[in-house]
């Protein structure tokens, strides 16, 4: 009797050291990757870079930092668009009716440029259109007030971007708001 307790014992008592899954882990291990795999796969175009709409964010960014460093600093910040650029300066005084000096990125970069050609892109990105017409290939300012003017005039009405890719930016005319 003792030797049929003592083997009871031992089998009851013996931690399993193999374990393996068990479904339900793997069926949430299965469904958190295709969640992962629908999220991250479209970000990516053909190229393995940035697609059009996420380009279309940053400039929105890079317009919405120039018109919010314009009202800190309280002076005009320009920014230079071109078909495939977007570069940022500042006046030096308040006075000033130009910009002459770099405007440094958040991250401390100077200048502040955003460009289609960067490697992140991988190319086929940039401004292709403009309403107004001559906002392409000019300075976009923002007063201190972090009004947008162009060609030294307040916007009467809201100006656009188009991007390559798709997208659009807008700036509002009365508030310089960019979306």
């Known amino acids: 009797m003792i030797a049929r307790t003592h083997l009871n014992q031992n089998t009851a008592c013996t931690p399993r050291l193999h374990r393996g899954f068990t479904q339900v882990e793997l069926l949430v291990s299965i469904i958190l990757i295709g969640i992962l795999a629908a999220v991250a796969v479209p970000k990516l175009d053909a190229r ?89 290939g000019s300075a976009l300012h923002f007063d201190a007030l972090g009004r947008p003017l162009l060609s030294g005039s307040l916007l009467t009405q809201a100006a656009t971007l188009s991007v390559s890719g798709g997208g659009i930016v807008t700036i509002e005319a009365e508030s310089g708001h960019v979306h």
């Open 48 to 136: 393995s870079g940035i697609s059009g709409p996420t380009f279309t964010e940053m400039a929105r960014s890079t317009l919405r930092y120039a018109q919010k460093s314009a009202i800190a600093s309280r002076r005009r910040v320009c920014a230079e668009v071109s078909a495939s650029r977007l570069e940022l300066s500042i006046a030096s005084q308040a006075s000033a009716s130009s910009c002459d000096t770099p405007l440094s990125s958040p991250a401390g970069v100077s200048p502040y440029v955003l460009d289609a050609n960067d490697r992140q892109f991988q190319g086929g990105t940039g401004f292709t259109a403009s309403s107004p017409s001559n906002l392409l």
